[in-house]
């Protein structure tokens, strides 16, 4: 049955008036055809059953206002009592401002528009998973099941499979999701940080492993090596992973060719520590058409120190900072804070340990053999890096008997101005660049090295806050993709920590996110069948008190639909 209405005009009154009645449809049992008959005529009746009939039928477009108003007196809209009870707890406050951060950053449009759906909705949960509770791939499968997104987006399965097939469309894509992630905000500065560092496997089968000079002092394990892009604010532009073991020096050429597109960037400063100084690197990054501002390798600074010392020594002198050219390159003096008294120091302490080493040598009396006590002296001076500084000398004894075989006694001096020019040119560094001195003055230049430090603390933050070590893949592909992972991750803590930054907050992004996560937890709410009700904030003196914490750091609208 329904409610079937028409409109009645009349002349004389010149009104509108309704006529509604109920109507049910039937067949006709001779020509099979459908009929309608009318059941009841509802004008009749009192304005209340009228209005419930209407209503009832699914003609609730039929009603008039007047017969809206006698079922809301009545009551009839006014919901039943339910007695709701708390089923599944996710966590909690600290993802939802991630996840609000991720969509307002514009991170997840970029995802969304570069990998398939599937793909891209596993690798947000990887990057929020990783962001708060870093774990390994397979313990996530089983965590995520107790995570926000989990309960606000429908409980949806992953499986094993699933998750590496996302990671596999990851590292395919990488490039372009990187670039379409540089346009995303505007660079400030034209200056690139560039720094390497290498993370350890668990196994010792990863096809991109390598032994070599481990960071995290892993000498027993496997290394991959990774080179981190930066701009001036220490957000990361790009990533690039070679095999482990491989050096500094050879790390630059031929990788960034297409700077210009790739960072959005008509001009840049390449910033680069002492290790990636080397004559084929300054030159291959010239031809890039980049500048660039690095330090100087231990040697050459010596070499260049102990020169000036003798040619102008006046620079020495100087409080601040000085300059001066050499074979065509402009170098900029430096001096240490405080690293040079620790040098000092140091030189002091393995001058100690070389005098003792050298005075058991001497007494020695295994000594017949010249070329032997020579060795032993040197593997002393080599040991504590002294060689600059000992003068030593293997000569025969004087009072030895010409019948036996000749014995030899060692004798060795403290060189004192080797002592005194390595204690003064201690306190100094160099650094070299092709930019010019009027646009760039000698402090701008320190000062643009010494942001080094901010892709140092990237490092930090991939390696500690982030967890991208131990790897756990041994396949090429997966290796790439779990470091690209990371530093998706990365760019959202940084991307949160600079929005943070400029509001005046300190505090770290994750430590926070966590403890927030733990405060403040999403509940979902169950009726007397066990139906999802609604999903609903927790509430208590805690909770209270991390929303008003979370409100000053301008991150409410990530938790206020759900209050």
């Keep these: 049955m329904y409610v079937q209405c028409s409109r009645v005009y009349q002349k004389k009154s010149g009104t509108l008036s309704l006529n509604r009645k109920l109507v049910e449809s039937y067949r006709d049992p001779k020509t099979k055809r459908p009929r309608n008959r009318t059941v009841k005529k509802l004008e009749q009746l009192p304005i209340l059953e009228r209005a419930r009939l209407i209503h009832q039928y699914g003609g609730s477009k039929h009603l008039r206002v007047d017969e809206w108003q006698e079922l809301s007196k009545a009551g009839d809209f006014a919901r039943p009592q339910v007695n709701l009870k708390v089923g599944n707890v996710y966590s909690g406050a600290g993802t939802a401002v991630a996840y609000y951060n991720f969509r307002e950053s514009g991170l997840l449009s970029v995802l969304s528009s570069q990998l398939p759906k599937n793909a891209s909705k596993a690798v947000k949960e990887l990057v929020l998973h990783q962001l708060l509770t870093p774990s390994s791939k397979s313990h996530f499968i089983k965590a995520r099941k107790n995570g926000y997104l989990y309960g606000l987006e429908g409980k949806s399965p992953l499986s094993a499979t699933s998750l590496y097939s996302a990671m596999d469309e990851l590292e395919d894509n990488f490039e372009n999701i990187k670039k379409q992630l540089n346009t995303l905000h505007q660079r400030e500065s034209p200056i690139l940080l560039y720094d390497l560092s290498n993370s350890y496997f ?122 001066f050219e050499s074979k065509d390159k402009r170098y900029i003096l430096c001096k240490h804070d405080t690293k040079g008294y620790r040098r000092e120091n140091q030189y002091a302490k393995n001058r100690r340990k070389v005098y003792q080493a050298l005075l058991k040598i001497k007494n020695s009396p295994q000594n017949k053999n010249k070329e032997k006590l020579y060795h032993r002296a040197m593997k002393a001076l080599e040991k504590e890096s002294q060689t600059s500084f000992w003068e030593i000398e293997v000569s025969p004894l004087s009072s030895q008997d010409k019948n036996t075989k000749p014995r030899y006694q060692l004798t060795f001096k403290l060189n004192r101005n080797q002592v005194k020019l390595y204690n003064q040119i201690a306190h100094y560094y160099l650094l070299q660049t092709n930019l010019n001195k009027q646009e760039h003055p000698a402090k701008n230049i320190q000062e643009n090295y010494k942001g080094l430090h901010r892709i140092e603390r990237c490092f930090r933050q991939m390696k500690s806050a982030l967890d991208i070590r131990p790897i756990r893949h041994w396949r090429k592909k997966r290796i790439k993709s779990h470091i690209y992972l990371s530093f998706i991750c990365l760019w959202l803590l940084k991307y949160m920590e600079n929005k943070w930054r400029k509001n005046g907050i300190t505090s770290e992004v994750k430590d926070t996110l966590s403890f927030w996560n733990n405060n403040l937890q999403l509940c979902q709410l169950l009726d007397q069948n066990n139906k999802q009700v609604s999903l609903k904030w927790n509430r208590g003196e805690n909770a209270n008190n991390t929303i008003r914490e979370i409100t000053s750091y301008g991150e409410f609208s990530a938790i206020n639909a759900l209050l």
């Excluded at 496997?222 to 095999?243: A, C, E, F, R, S």
């Design 202 to 323: 668990c196994g010792t089968k990863a096809e991109l492993g390598g032994y070599g000079q481990s960071k995290e002092k892993r000498y027993d394990r496997y290394i991959v090596t990774y080179g981190l892009v930066t701009n001036q604010q220490g957000h990361p532009l790009d990533i690039k992973v070679w095999k482990g073991g491989t050096a500094d020096a050879n790390t630059v050429v031929g990788q960034f060719n297409n700077w210009q597109t790739d960072y959005q960037a008509e001009k840049g400063i390449w910033i680069a520590d002492r290790g990636m100084s080397g004559e084929e690197n300054i030159a291959e990054v010239t031809n890039l058409g980049l500048d660039y501002i690095t330090g100087v390798p231990g040697a050459s600074q010596i070499a260049l120190l102990k020169e000036q010392t003798e040619t102008t020594p006046e620079l020495f002198d100087q409080q601040n900072l000085a300059e």
